[in-house]
């Protein structure tokens, strides 16, 4: 595994005090679903929202490697998961593709926002009829002079709520294909845009999720990501990060569940005995423990490889297929292993089982990936 340098363990270190902040009232935030905004200052404040980005647009410059090995400790500690799964939005969204595709223009004018917080990310790709099949997206855009004008609709939207720009992917062309799809920035308060109520769900309630409505929505030319036609690149550029960075924090919260069985399968006891010493309790924490690793180094592995410019489109299906479902069986062991107390909220793990459950759906489900896979081996 990687040898993490002193900067690196300082800035992840640099988290740890927040957390009992960060954790306050988690499970009346889950049962209320609402989004703490003083948790997300609070966060803003460490510079972990612009840990990606360059430092002249107020970020930290840091490699993807230090950017996952942080969030890596954001999901150890923090309980509030909801928070963790908004902050990787956020981060990989709007910010990354701006970085790597906006002009100089939309650099200057929305990176320094991104970094500090000020300026909540979303992106906006499934849509009521089209989910993992997102070339069949129907949401328009037509040019119309130096603007656009988008029609249309999009569901499944996180931090749509509470976000103050979009990375919208509309259709610009007829033709079959990834070359009709574009991306396009919008504020929030741009005429014609809509953004739905928010949307109950069964895990990760405190990251708000809603749908968006566009009716003749004008967005200047400027806006445009790269160009017209290449928001299925900007896609997968951004997709591959977004897999990267929200299961890694995934493998954290993993990691703190593997501590919290091992220190209760010690101290509870049944039959005279404590429960660790059970073959039953015990073994299902080593399948725990193995997850976990695993996990660790397909996603840390798949970013080495990426970083190094060689192909992973194999890599990135498996790291996201391998850890989510191994959050999920983690999460139905630590169930198991508290027994009747892990189905109480004040302890957590039903919240842990619910918010896992989403990994396997969000990012491109375990079908599509096992489907991408599949191809890839010429079947």
């Given at each position: 595994?990687?040898?993490?340098t002193?900067?690196?363990?300082?800035?992840?270190a640099?988290?740890?005090?927040?957390m009992?902040?960060?954790?306050?009232?988690r499970?009346?935030?889950?049962?209320?679903?609402?989004?703490?905004?003083?948790?997300w200052?609070?966060?803003?404040?460490?510079?972990?929202?612009?840990l990606?980005?360059?430092?002249?647009?107020?970020?930290?410059?840091?490699?993807?490697?230090?950017?996952?090995?942080?969030?890596?400790g954001?999901?150890e500690?923090?309980?509030d998961?909801?928070?963790?799964?908004?902050?990787?939005?956020?981060?990989?969204?709007?910010?990354?593709?701006?970085?790597?595709?906006?002009?100089e223009?939309?650099?200057?004018?929305?990176?320094?926002?991104?970094?500090?917080?000020?300026?909540?990310?979303?992106?906006?790709?499934?849509?009521?009829?089209?989910?993992?099949?997102?070339?069949?997206?129907?949401?328009?855009?037509?040019?119309?002079?130096?603007?656009?004008?988008?029609?249309?609709?999009?569901?499944?939207?996180?931090?749509?709520?509470?976000?103050?720009?979009?990375?919208?992917?509309?259709?610009?062309?007829?033709?079959?294909?990834?070359?009709?799809i574009?991306?396009?920035?919008?504020?929030?308060?741009?005429?014609?845009?809509?953004?739905?109520?928010?949307?109950?769900?069964?895990?990760?309630?405190?990251?708000?999720?809603s749908?968006?409505?566009?009716?003749?929505?004008?967005?200047?030319?400027?806006?445009?990501?790269?160009?017209?036609?290449?928001?299925?690149?900007?896609?997968?550029?951004v997709?591959?990060?977004?897999?990267?960075?929200?299961?890694?924090v995934?493998?954290?919260?993993?990691?703190?569940?593997?501590?919290r069985?091992?220190?209760y399968?010690?101290?509870?006891?049944?039959?005279?005995?404590?429960?660790?010493?059970?073959?039953?309790?015990?073994?299902?924490?080593?399948?725990?423990?193995?997850?976990?690793e695993?996990?660790?180094?397909w996603?840390?592995?798949?970013?080495?490889?990426?970083?190094?410019?060689?192909?992973?489109?194999?890599?990135?299906?498996?790291?996201?297929l391998?850890?989510?479902?191994?959050?999920?069986?983690?999460?139905?062991?630590?169930?198991?292993?508290?027994?009747?107390?892990?189905?109480?909220?004040e302890?957590g793990?039903?919240?842990?089982?619910?918010?896992?459950?989403?990994?396997?759906?969000?990012?491109g489900?375990?079908e599509?990936?096992?489907?991408?896979?599949?191809?890839?081996?010429?079947?």
């Open positions: 595994m990687i040898e993490w002193p900067e690196q363990r300082a800035l992840r640099g988290l740890a005090p927040l009992k902040d960060l954790n306050t009232g499970i009346e935030r889950d049962e209320a679903a609402a989004f703490s905004y003083d948790s200052r609070t966060l803003a404040g460490t510079g972990l929202l612009g990606p980005f360059d430092e002249k647009w107020g970020g930290l410059g840091q490699s993807l490697l230090t950017t996952m090995y942080v969030l890596e954001l999901g500690g923090c309980r998961a909801g928070l963790s799964f908004s902050v990787c939005t956020h981060l990989v969204s709007t910010g990354v593709p701006i970085q790597r595709f906006g002009s223009a939309l650099k200057e004018q929305y990176l320094p926002r991104i970094c500090s917080g000020e300026l909540i990310g979303a992106h906006a790709i499934s849509e009521p009829d089209s989910g993992s099949d997102a070339l069949s997206m129907r949401t328009r855009a037509v040019r119309d002079g130096d603007e656009y004008v988008l029609n249309g609709s999009k569901a499944f939207v996180s931090n749509g709520p509470v976000a103050g720009l979009f990375t919208v992917y509309a259709r610009t062309s007829d033709l079959p294909g990834p070359l009709s574009t991306a396009f920035l919008v504020e929030r308060d741009t005429p014609g845009l809509r953004v739905g109520s928010p949307v109950a769900k069964m895990g990760l309630r405190t990251s708000p999720l749908e968006l409505y566009f009716d003749d929505c004008r967005i200047p030319a400027t806006r445009v990501l790269g160009r017209q036609g290449s928001g299925f690149l900007v896609l997968d550029h997709m591959r990060r977004e897999i990267l960075c929200s299961f890694i995934n493998a954290g919260e993993m990691r703190h569940r593997v501590t069985c091992v220190e399968a010690r101290t509870r006891t049944q039959f005279g005995r404590p429960i660790g010493e059970y073959q039953a309790v015990s073994h299902k924490i080593v399948d725990m423990e193995i997850g976990a695993t996990a660790r180094h996603l840390y592995g798949t970013a080495e490889r990426m970083a190094a410019g060689k192909n992973v489109t194999r890599d990135i299906a498996m790291a996201k391998v850890t989510s479902e191994a959050n999920v069986a983690s999460a139905l062991a630590a169930l198991q292993i508290f027994g009747g107390n892990g189905h109480m909220a302890y793990i039903e919240a842990e089982l619910r918010n896992s459950v989403g990994s396997t759906v969000y990012s489900t375990s599509i990936q096992r489907n991408r896979i599949a191809s890839l081996l010429g079947l």
